[in-house]
């Protein structure tokens, strides 16, 4: 069964992103975002205690640019990554079926406050450097992901984005200095606009759409987890059993940095992988 419509799949080629409703359950969600919670040592309805870190945890917390934190291998997120509709949503836009999954982040990020900048980050940014673009551009495009963990409202601090550069980035890039930032967009003059959406909302865009969060000027955390699928051919097998081993021990994802208290370590169980899982992770072949 598609997950896409003709007329989903026409929008992300024209606009670089696409809005999966109801990707995942909602029960999903919840649960996730309570992980998250007990991740951080706080309390929902403390609203105070959202701006400090938890115990050991002083390092990781300011420099978490838009409230960023490094949880990746909890059974909640696995759930969410290996979920029949997540993959089918990627597969049908990649245009392959053997697909793996990477370990990335869930976001909690708080309302704005003067007194904590540095968690409330607004930026938009290109995740792959336009240096050397050529034109037409080649398809498939690597791909990014982000599920709503919680409904998210346009004021929220979500995912943010500028189509009218992306549905005409030759143009645009020609009409830029030779100086400018291959990374960093100069958005003088275009609309920049926040996508809103619901717990279980799935979000899928282009790394050529200039993107990224927004400022939290609501009453209420932002909650997400990322997600990002790419062709198996992509990823070494040296690669493959670093993350393997990762999921096995619990100790975030190779290279990154992580959590100082090992709090996956101690209070999560081995992760349960569905047949899909096992081949979105690498342990056995398509």
């Known amino acids: 069964m598609s997950i896409l419509t003709k007329e989903m799949k026409d929008f992300f080629h024209t606009n670089g992103y696409v809005l999966i409703k109801n990707a995942v359950p909602k029960s999903y969600c919840e649960q996730l975002v309570q992980v998250i919670w007990d991740f951080m040592g706080k309390n929902a309805n403390d609203p105070d205690s959202w701006y400090t870190p938890a115990k050991g945890m002083d390092s990781y917390w300011e420099g978490q640019a838009g409230g960023m934190l490094p949880l990746y291998n909890h059974q909640a997120m696995w759930d969410i990554r290996q979920h029949p509709n997540v ?26 406050r003067d007194d904590h900048p540095g968690l409330n980050a607004n930026f938009i940014h290109w995740d792959e450097d336009t240096t050397n673009l050529t034109f037409p551009l080649k398809q498939p495009r690597p791909l990014q992901g982000v599920v709503y963990l919680a409904d998210t409202a346009y004021n929220q601090g979500g995912f943010q984005c500028v189509p009218s550069i992306y549905r005409d980035l030759e143009a645009y890039i020609q009409s830029q200095p030779a100086d400018r930032n291959p990374r960093q967009p100069d958005i003088s003059g275009y609309e920049v606009e926040p996508i809103p959406g619901e717990a279980g909302d799935l979000l899928i865009w282009d790394v050529l759409l200039p993107h990224g969060n927004g400022d939290n000027l609501s009453d209420k955390p932002r909650f997400a987890q990322y997600v990002l699928m790419f062709p198996e051919n992509q990823i070494t097998r040296e690669e493959t059993e670093g993350y393997i081993d990762s999921v096995r021990k619990h100790q975030g994802r190779p290279g990154n940095l992580n959590d100082p208290r090992n709090w996956e370590r101690n209070n999560c169980g081995p992760v349960e992988l569905t047949p899909l899982g096992r081949k979105l992770l690498g342990i056995d072949p398509w």
Do not use: N, Q, T
């Open 87 to 112: 993959y089918g949503a990627f597969s049908e836009l990649i245009g392959e079926e053997k697909l793996r999954v990477s370990l990335d982040r869930v976001s909690m990020k708080p309302p704005k």
